[in-house]
């Protein structure tokens, strides 16, 4: 690496940076990992973070390759767990590794995707013993994905203590998250009745053409006051606009079937091309505009009433005169609402947005049981709670409100919940979502695929010629080299701690030995991986998988019996420390492909213009 101002001062430099990037990214990764305080230069205010985006979000660094990096890895990192961090330092160790190499930097870049490739495609293989389906209906699945996305990220749980955490408070946060997951999706079974494909999607681990959105039946409400086990879900949509909760008319709170009308149009007479345009006066008459517009006003809150609508949300404005006339028939009028909130209600009571000053038609109207308000923090909201019953168009939504002390601490609380919410919306946007085991192990494993490929590849050929010898060792090298950037991703996880690294990790290979070689119709009825688990301080069992009975498919073809191939697979029958195969495997192709990127810069150009 050289700039126009010399090149052992930008080599020393690059290097520094690089290296600075791989402590802070080592020093946060996994449970043990250290928070990082976070100093705004503007007003000086302090802010405590474990979550990745913030952090990158927060470093400032000057040198051009460190930057360069930093900002790829920001825009393309994995979504939910310790994705941005795995990214960051798995990127920054490849790249000190390769200045270290006997190799030049083109011909480690252009080896390195095909010794990616050798891990991603383990996973991908048929019978793969060491990834197990995610079933919506597997809660306890569920449970420990998300408790391993909360495990490091011990800011937002306040109660938590080094490395003895009270871990009801994160089941009781992840049991919260997978509810409102739950119930963003309705029945389990529907959801997976639905999503079974009508062609087998080859490669698990890329999204459908068409991704699902990432959970919109999921709200978040962040209060300040409070601890974060006063945290709740409530089904239905919370409004934060304390507002309208002084307005509401008693005969909206009330248990009931409610009709609602929806607007996306002004319903302010004053405003220029509105409803003053509509007013027509003759000579003769002696009715002013104003009068007019009254009239008007009036005549469609009756008609409001007469079609028995007890609610009317508008995005835009109302008018003062006409919301006054709403509230004398009982009507309630909730005014102003954003994208965000009219998306919400219109999901909630499967109402039709209305464009016009008209009564809408009875198909066009959506349904509530009940218009509240709660109190949190001494603030009152507005909570509407779904009808009971089936209704054509409402779809489930519900509010995880979520309650800390402080603002610092409720915009982290906020920031983990929303990266477990993506982690779970990740899992929707594949056809076949599937687990990995956590605490290491599969980085262990990859790591060992790729020492016994390096060997394979040792032993010379008889027909083998120099330059084919010399292609040979630099894939062995190249092999090493990913292998041993993995084996210290797990080295910092586990060195967080304060344990023997080099100790730990033995146990992790030699526990993990016959992972890479395991095939599903081999394995006996159930068998065990093994991660480092940081609250217990030790190597345990992870994941337990449990082999799936052979199923014979019999189909008829021009009258002849056709016995289709049988298929062999491993569930979960009990899992600790899961990851999302698919954010992991994001994670591992950003931070290769990012780090080729850099590595093939040499030169930064000052433009002195």
Known sequence: MSTALGEEVAAVSSHSALQLLRTLSASSYGPAGKSKIIRASSDGALTITSTSHRIFGAIRVEQPLARVLLELTSARQAGGADGGLFTLLLATELLLLAERAPLSSHLVSSLLPEAMELCTSFLLAP????????????????????????????????????????????????????????????????????????????????????????????????????????????????????????????????????????????????????LSAKVSLTSSSKTTVAEGLHEMLAKFAKAIENAGISLVACQQRVAPALVLLLNSYGISVLARLSLRHIGAVQRLTGATPISELAVPQ?????????????????????????????????????????????????????????????????????????????????????????????????????????????????????????????????????GNAGV?????????????????????????????????????????????????????????????????EVSVKALVQQALLVELESCKIEALRTAVEVACSVMCVDDVVVDGK
Request: hydrophobic share 45%; charged share 15%.
């Open 362 to 494: 009875a198909a066009f109207c959506g349904v509530l049981g009940e218009v509240r308000t709660v109190s949190f923090s001494g603030t009152d909201y507005v909570h509407l709670v779904p009808a009971v019953g089936a209704h054509a168009h409402v779809q489930p939504v519900s509010t995880l409100v979520l309650r800390a002390p402080t603002r610092t601490a409720s915009d982290e609380l906020r920031a983990v919940v929303t990266c477990g919410l993506n982690t779970l919306g990740k899992a929707l946007t594949q056809q076949r979502p599937r687990l990995l085991p956590g605490g290491g192990c599969i980085e262990t494993i990859w790591a060992r695929i790729l020492r016994d490929r390096a060997r394979t590849l040792g032993a010379p050929t008889s027909a083998e010629t120099a330059q084919d010898a010399l292609f040979r060792r630099s894939r062995q090298q190249v092999l090493v080299l990913l292998a041993e950037a993995l084996g210290n991703v797990v080295g910092a996880l586990v």
């Open 500 to 564: 023997d690294v080099s100790e730990v990790m033995q146990q992790l290979d030699v526990a993990n030995s016959e992972g890479c070689e395991l095939k599903a119709s081999n394995c006996q009825s159930a068998w065990s991986l093994f991660g480092w688990d940081a609250d217990r301080g030790c190597v345990c069992s992870v994941l337990t998988l449990q082999r799936v009975q052979a199923t014979f498919v019999q189909r008829e073809d021009k009258n002849q019996l056709i016995l289709d």
């Open 127 to 274: 019978e793969c013993a060491v990834v197990a389906d995610l079933k919506v209906s597997d809660l306890e699945s569920l449970l420990a994905l998300m408790q391993s996305v909360l495990s490091p990220k011990r800011v937002a749980l306040p109660s938590l203590d080094g490395l003895n955490p009270a871990v009801g408070e994160v089941r009781q946060l992840a049991f919260l998250i997978v509810s409102a997951f739950v119930q963003s999706i309705g029945s389990a079974a529907d959801y997976e009745t639905e999503m079974a494909p009508s062609k087998t999607n080859l490669n698990p681990s890329q999204p459908d053409e068409q991704p699902t959105n990432l959970l919109p039946g999921v709200r978040l409400l962040a209060v300040v006051g409070g601890s974060q086990l006063d945290s709740e879900l409530l089904v239905g949509v919370v409004l934060d606009t304390p507002f309208f909760a002084s307005t509401l008319q008693a005969s909206c709170c009330r248990t009931s079937h409610l009709a609602v009308a929806l607007y996306n149009v002004n319903l302010e007479p004053m405003m220029p091309t509105s």
